[in-house]
DNA sequence: ATAGCATCTACAGTGACTGTAGGGGCAAGC
DNA sequence: GCTTGCCCCTACAGTCACTGTAGATGCTAT
């Protein structure tokens, strides 16, 4: 286990230097021992940590959220479903997201297709913004012109 | 066009109170003019301009873009072909969005169901956070963002 | 006159970083 | 030994698009 800087943790990892410095700062990671020249130096298990974090990241999870799943991975024994309550939320959030998004495709994709590149005033990507028929209330296409 | 407090403004565009001042304060919106009791007073304009800036903004568009949009809705003899490509955009960036978040949930779809409520040694989820077999490849942590 | 809500300004806080300024550490080449 | 050049240090400001707060004032209804 030999230590490395936080420049190749960071490479290793795929965390970058300053966000390293940030999990420590706030308490996601504990700070390292440091060089006599006061670099920080981390071991293997840091930067699995740091891995671990990562990809948990990379699913959506909150730092919040990360920390009570390094609480966990620090305690194998427990049962595990809290960790599953977590990733259940992840999920539902996850689904949540792309039925939004899936909506705005949809009213994009149609804006797009009736644009016939002509003026602005009859831009259907124009219309289709001052037009809230698909949020609620009257719309007033003239109003927003001059 | 009778005016009305930011409250009602707020009430028919669908724009909090606070996020009205705060466009204001962005340049979205032009100051209005105030009762004599400084209470700014909005005309139909304004919140026509209001609800053309939340559609705007709930299909994802940023304040940078809407600058654009707004600037663009000034002008109605000018060419849309700026409106479409920023459209285009739009819908580019949702569809990524959307690939990304549907492999997040492939991946936590098989995390929950290989999960048999057990500790948290043998979880799944755990075992998924801990491995990055899953996530190698070039990331766009972007689109977990909004 | 009083109650009670709406509005005002000004500023701090959010999440998860990113960027900058101004310095110090460290290995290689001269 | 000295310089070059990259890496690292701390501390703090900035990002985005708001949200929340405090304390004062305006407006409306009774």
Redesign the interface.
């Known amino acids: 286990m030999r230590d490395v800087t936080i420049g190749e943790a960071a490479r290793e990892s795929?965390v970058k230097v300053t966000t390293i410095r940030f999990y420590e700062e706030r308490g996601l990671l504990s700070a390292p021992p440091r060089s006599e020249g006061g670099q920080r130096l981390y071991g293997a298990k840091d930067v699995?940590r740091l891995?671990?974090i990562?990809?948990?990241?990379?699913?959506?999870f909150d730092m919040a959220a990360l920390s009570d799943?390094l609480e966990?991975?620090g305690?194998?024994?427990?049962?595990?479903?809290h960790?599953?309550r977590?990733?259940?939320a992840?999920?539902e959030d996850?689904?949540r997201?792309?039925a939004a998004?899936?909506g705005?495709?949809k009213?994009?994709?149609r804006?797009?297709s009736a644009?016939r590149?002509?003026?602005?005033?009859?831009?259907a990507?124009?219309e289709s913004?001052?037009?809230?028929a698909?949020?609620?209330?009257p719309?007033?296409?003239d109003?927003?012109?001059?």
Chains 1, 2 share one sequence.
């Open positions: 795929g699995a891995r671990f990562r990809h948990a990241r990379d699913l959506g799943l966990l991975a305690h194998p024994d427990a049962p595990c479903a960790a599953d977590l990733a259940e992840r999920l996850v689904r997201r792309i998004l899936q705005l495709e009213e994009l994709e804006m797009l644009c590149s002509g003026t602005v005033e009859s831009c990507v124009m913004l001052s037009d809230h698909h949020c609620d209330g719309h007033d296409t109003a927003l012109k001059g």
